[in-house]
């Protein structure tokens, strides 16, 4: 057999070959004005990004998490306060409630389409409740690995629960539910910019969308120090959470194939899809939506099945990665802020699920190849 070079998990040399003379036009553009803060690009995107996502404001600051951060600033959201969000999600989700002083409460998951269960949810908001130690807050939904979660529900629960509720978009920018894109569903909307997000930068960065003209001037404000209408007036606590005119810069490059590199990531999956789909279990398609496909995570019988597949893939020149090995009620830094409860769905997924290779470059070949590989380690 002859050796192929092995398939990169994310692919963004192929993608900057693409976009090279655009990208270079736009970085171009900022040396020549100098104004790496606030830019006209930054303005320029964000008035494309709310066009995009159906959104009234789009600010863009420094990442997904200072989003986030400045969305629960916003609410002050502190002390005393539950915050409800999936424990099988990325830290940052976590991480953010914690260093303002609130309280993580973690909903499981649904076993098929792996995002947030609206029927956990509605059950840890009544527990908090009738143990009457901390006021339910908000809810954080996160769209996990392209997919949107039950938006329907989730927004319903927060009104009738008078909750915040904030969509961490940050792995799904450029899903669609109901046939409409993901970006007002709920009070707030945050994404992320970081490199490996299906619309990234070349650093860090992020965005919230919301459709409140009052939160929109809050958050513009926050990211910049708390300032007010003229710069030395200083009307709320808040951050530099401001995105970079470079970064700005790259993602307008990033934005001209964004639309084509969506349908590219489709095709793998719907290839993946139909090779796959009878040897091992392939992922459960949010019922009426579109994914953004940030990651293709399939499932094996169990952790051993899944080590040894993941062995085998690599021999093979097959990169894999684990979202995620640990749901974050059980990790160090959590743990002894969950009461302790089993949340099954989260522990079962952790033990057997792994992401394949899937971005918009992938050859024909590439595709295959990690097809014969799958179906070879499980045969
Ligand atoms: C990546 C990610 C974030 C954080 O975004 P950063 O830009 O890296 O700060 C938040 N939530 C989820 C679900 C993510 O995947």
């Given amino acids: 057999m002859t050796a192929r070079p092995p398939i990169p998990f994310i692919d963004l040399k192929g993608q900057q070959a693409r976009i090279s003379s655009e990208l270079r036009r736009r ?23 709310a066009q995009l996502c ?35 999600t990325y830290t940052a989700t976590a991480e953010v409630p914690l260093v303002l002083g609130a309280t993580p409460v973690f909903v499981d998951v649904d076993p098929h389409t792996f995002q947030i269960d609206p029927a956990h949810l509605e059950r840890r908001i009544a527990e908090v409740r009738r143990d009457g130690h901390l006021r339910p807050r ?13 938006w329907k529900a989730l927004a319903g629960i927060a009104e009738r629960e008078g ?59 926050l990211r910049t120090h708390g300032e007010g209408a003229s710069r030395y007036e200083v009307l709320h606590t808040g951050m530099n959470g401001r995105l970079d005119t470079m970064q700005a810069a790259v993602l307008l490059a990033k934005l001209t ?33 579109t994914s953004a496909w940030a990651i293709y995570a399939i499932l094996l019988p169990d952790q051993a099945a899944r080590a040894d597949v993941q062995a085998a893939l690599r021999t093979n020149g097959v990169p894999t990665a684990i979202y995620y090995p640990r749901p974050l009620h059980l990790q160090p830094a959590y743990r002894h802020h969950h009461n302790g409860i089993g949340l099954p769905v989260s522990e079962d997924l952790a033990s057997r699920i792994l ?25």
């Fill in 27 to 49: 970085l171009d553009a900022v040396l020549g004005h100098c104004q790496f803060i606030l830019g006209p690009e930054v303005a320029e995107l964000e008035a494309k990004l």
């Fill in 54 to 88: 159906g959104a009234r404001h789009c600010i863009a600051v420094s990442s997904g998490t200072d989003a986030i951060q400045i969305a629960l600033m916003a609410e002050g959201v502190g002390q005393g306060d539950a915050v409800f969000l999936p424990a099988f």
């Fill in 138 to 150: 908000a809810l954080i939904g996160v769209d996990l690995f392209g997919q949107p979660a039950d």
């Fill in 163 to 221: 909750l915040f509720s904030l969509d961490d978009l940050a792995q799904s920018f450029g899903c669609t539910l109901h046939g409409r894109p993901l970006g007002a569903a709920a009070d707030a909307t945050v994404t992320s910019f970081f490199p490996s997000k299906p619309l990234a930068g070349y650093g860090d960065g992020g965005a919230l969308f919301t459709e409140s003209d009052e939160r929109a001037s809050l958050y513009r404000s």
């Fill in 257 to 289: 194939v964004f639309a084509d590199e969506l349908k590219a990531r489709e095709r793998v999956a719907r290839y993946y899809d139909s090779r796959l789909g009878n040897a091992v279990v392939t992922p459960a398609r949010v019922p009426d939506s």
């Fill in 355 to 379: 992401a394949l290779p899937i971005h918009p470059y992938l050859s024909e070949a590439d595709i295959a190849h990690v097809c014969d590989s799958v179906l070879n380690a499980v045969s």
